[in-house]
């Protein structure tokens, strides 16, 4: 009867080697799942951080160029319907650099206003404040990004 013992027991533990593989398995699975799902997210803030950055470039970019060509400020300004190169190049790059906008259909077109600044006694240009907002579209998603810059424009005399 010894001898039967030591089987008995073998015989109740068959089956629970591979039931502790089959949950080191499933927990191995879950976790390499949960390191996918964060890389997926990482990745989604990276792209958002990158078109972000364009954006505020872009819309720098712009704004220096208006300071350095004071004397066209005016023509730089959605309000002037007319084409003026500087700004039609500038919104063409705003549109191959940033995705879902589409200057040719009036997709989320980027915008430059004018408007005056404050002005003080003795003051022989008043400044000029200059909104600069960039919109777009990022890929698979449905809500529209935003950046917007505002500045004070004045030209500088002697």
Known sequence: M????PRRDLQGQSGVVLIEAL???????IGILALIGMQSVAVKNTVDARYRTEAAYLASSVVS????????????????????APRTTWRNQVEATLPGINIASVQ?????SLVPGPTYAGDLD?????????????P?????RRFEIVS????DLP
């Open 2 to 5: 010894s001898q039967n013992m």
């Open 23 to 29: 949950l080191g398995i499933l927990i191995f699975s």
């Open 65 to 84: 160029q208006v300071r350095l060509d004071m004397a066209n400020i005016t023509l730089y300004s959605d309000s002037n319907t007319g084409s003026y």
């Open 108 to 112: 989320r077109v980027p915008s430059i």
């Open 126 to 138: 008043a400044p000029n404040q200059i909104t600069v907002v960039v919109r777009w579209l990022q």
């Open 140 to 144: 698979g998603e449905t809500q529209e």
């Open 152 to 155: 004070m424009l004045s030209r």
